[in-house]
């Protein structure tokens, strides 16, 4: 398979507990994007990479949230201190030019 | 503010039947406007893409339009299938600013086929 994936798919945790979501784009895509996702709402933008630099970042990301991607290929997404508001489907993507960005299946989360 | 409106939030419909999903958006600059597929649980899957210069595109029962000048996008599905059940979702992208490009999703319809 040479899509985007994302480990885990799903994830349950206690409210004040850490995650860390992976993401691996496709292989060639020096693009790399997290959104978030609630039920019944579309996606919306976290951050950006381009190869290794983290270029921008949303305002939705707050100081609990913190993205990487160190060799500018899989990226994490970690939240610390997990609040009950963070429970999202968390999705990345991945793209060769800005144009026709592959999701990946996304990560579940759910705090309780 | 940049914004993606879709209608209807959602629709059922029969299979075999056809239907079509609105977008109105009004993002500036416009660079390009998508249409994805989202099945429930899942990453979206682009079905469309479209450029200002672009009316029209299909991909095999879907057909987006564009209209750039009032800003308006339809999806149309033909010959509904049950596997058509889905959300629906309108992204559009603004012109490249440095090396980003930032997609605004709507919210998507919510389409239902029964048999």
């Known amino acids: 398979d040479t899509g985007v994936s994302q480990n885990p798919r799903h994830k349950i945790t206690k409210r004040g507990q850490n995650v860390t979501f992976r993401c691996d784009p496709i292989?060639?895509?020096?693009?790399l994007y997290w959104y978030r996702q609630t039920l019944g709402q579309g996606p919306e933008f976290l951050t950006y990479?381009?190869?290794?630099?983290?270029?921008?970042k949303s305002r939705l990301l707050s100081d609990r949230f913190s993205a990487e991607r160190p060799k500018g290929s899989f990226s994490t997404l970690e939240i610390q201190r997990t609040e009950q508001g963070d429970s999202a489907m968390y999705l990345c993507?991945?793209?060769?030019?800005?144009?026709?960005?592959?999701f990946g299946p996304g990560t579940r989360l759910t705090v309780t | 503010k940049n914004q993606v409106e879709q209608s209807p939030q959602s629709l059922i419909i029969l299979e075999g039947k056809n239907c079509t999903l609105q977008?109105?958006?009004?993002?500036?600059?416009?660079?390009?406007l998508r249409w994805y597929k989202q099945d429930t649980g899942r990453g979206p899957v682009s079905l469309t893409i479209?450029?200002?210069?672009?009316n029209t595109k299909s991909n095999g029962r879907y057909t987006a339009t564009l209209d750039a000048d009032t800003k308006q996008s339809s999806l149309h599905i033909t010959a509904s299938q049950l596997s058509d059940s889905a959300s629906y979702i309108c992204?559009?992208?603004?012109?490249?600013?440095?090396?980003?490009?930032?997609?605004?999703f709507g919210g998507g319809t919510r389409v239902l086929v029964k048999p």
């Open positions: 993507a991945s793209s060769l030019t800005p144009e026709g960005q592959y």
């Open positions: 292989s060639e895509h020096n693009r």
């Open positions: 990479f381009q190869n290794e630099a983290q270029l921008e």
């Open positions: 977008c109105n958006y009004t993002v500036s600059p416009f660079s390009n």
């Open positions: 479209m450029t200002f210069s672009e």
């Open positions: 992204v559009v992208s603004e012109r490249i600013k440095a090396a980003g490009n930032k997609l605004t």
